[in-house]
């Protein structure tokens, strides 16, 4: 009883400093593992989502400007729940100014400044102001690669900032993401309905080429009943 008891007071002694500490690194590293699962998982969803519009179509939507950068802005789009950047200047240094009809953008020659909690973009025909908090109208798709995770790409629209829709006060959640999940699954069953639509077609012509010939049919099940005929004759 006394080996038994001592045995049972180590169990239940409480962890030395070192196996603390090497206990806690464990459980961060698992739970920084299950968080970085969770938000690949979660990316992954949404560029299938977005990988799924048709050709020709565009998903627009709104964007509230939540980050100012040297070259451009940080944007969080709430009917997606999607942060990602949207450039104002180019690769070759050029910076967005709206077309003559006011819809839609180009790039040309200008100067983009950032102050305060603003940015200025400056071009020979006009001065844009985009503030924190502004809403603006974007284009989002998808971004896949062999050796990174996929990722999104938001365009600026237009250069004007539109006031805030109804839209985006909506006060569940919840319904939000239901949609959503309803919208991907359904673009899903139809890809994989013309995926089996071609996969049944195929299947035919290679069962008439490669198939199994039928009983009734078949020549060597014809020999087979007449030797086995022969067999049974005295």
Same mark, same amino acid.
Request: proline letters at 4%; glycine letters at 6%.
């Given at each position: 009883?006394?080996?038994?008891?001592?045995?049972?007071?180590?169990?239940?002694?409480?962890?030395? &400093?070192?196996?603390?500490?090497?206990?806690?690194?464990?459980? &961060?590293s @698992?739970?920084?593992?299950a968080? !970085?699962?969770?938000? %690949?998982?979660?990316?992954?969803?949404q560029?299938?989502?977005?990988?799924n519009?048709?050709?020709?179509? @565009?998903? $627009?939507?709104e %964007?509230v =400007?939540?980050?100012?950068r040297?070259?451009?802005?940080v $944007?969080?789009i709430?009917r /997606?729940?999607?942060?990602? +950047?949207? /450039?104002?200047?180019? @690769?070759?240094?050029?910076?967005?100014?709206?077309? +003559?009809?006011g819809?839609?953008?180009?790039?040309?020659p200008?100067?983009?400044? !950032?102050?305060?909690?603003?940015?200025?973009?400056?071009?020979s025909?006009?001065?844009?102001?985009?503030?924190?908090?502004?809403h =603006?109208?974007?284009c =989002?798709?998808?971004?896949?690669?062999?050796?990174?995770? +996929?990722?999104?790409?938001?365009?600026?629209? &237009?250069?004007?900032? $539109?006031?805030?829709?109804?839209?985006?006060?909506?006060?569940?959640?919840?319904?939000? @993401?239901?949609?959503? $999940?309803? #919208?991907? #699954?359904?673009?899903?069953?139809?890809?994989?309905?013309?995926? %089996?639509?071609a996969?049944?077609?195929?299947?035919?012509?290679?069962?008439?080429?490669?198939?199994?010939?039928?009983?009734?049919?078949?020549l060597?099940?014809l020999i087979?009943? =007449?030797?086995?005929?022969?067999l049974?004759?005295?």
């Amino acid at each position: 009883m006394a080996a038994v008891d001592s045995e049972v007071k180590s169990r239940c002694s409480p962890l030395g &400093n070192r196996e603390l500490e090497v206990l806690s690194h464990h459980l &961060n590293s @698992k739970h920084r593992a299950a968080q !970085q699962a969770q938000r %690949a998982s979660v990316e992954m969803f949404q560029a299938l989502y977005f990988s799924n519009v048709k050709d020709g179509q @565009k998903s $627009v939507s709104e %964007a509230v =400007i939540c980050g100012l950068r040297s070259n451009g802005l940080v $944007v969080f789009i709430p009917r /997606y729940a999607v942060k990602c +950047p949207v /450039y104002l200047r180019n @690769k070759e240094g050029e910076v967005t100014q709206p077309l +003559p009809d006011g819809e839609g953008i180009q790039y040309g020659p200008g100067s983009l400044v !950032q102050e305060g909690h603003s940015v200025i973009v400056v071009s020979s025909n006009s001065t844009v102001h985009y503030r924190l908090f502004d809403h =603006i109208m974007v284009c =989002i798709s998808a971004v896949w690669s062999t050796s990174h995770a +996929p990722s999104f790409l938001c365009e600026l629209l &237009n250069c004007k900032t $539109v006031k805030p829709t109804a839209a985006l006060s909506i006060s569940d959640p919840t319904r939000m @993401k239901t949609d959503f $999940v309803k #919208e991907v #699954e359904g673009s899903v069953r139809k890809e994989q309905a013309i995926v %089996a639509e071609a996969d049944d077609s195929q299947l035919s012509e290679l069962k008439v080429l490669y198939g199994q010939t039928q009983t009734d049919t078949s020549l060597y099940h014809l020999i087979r009943q =007449i030797k086995k005929l022969s067999l049974s004759v005295k």
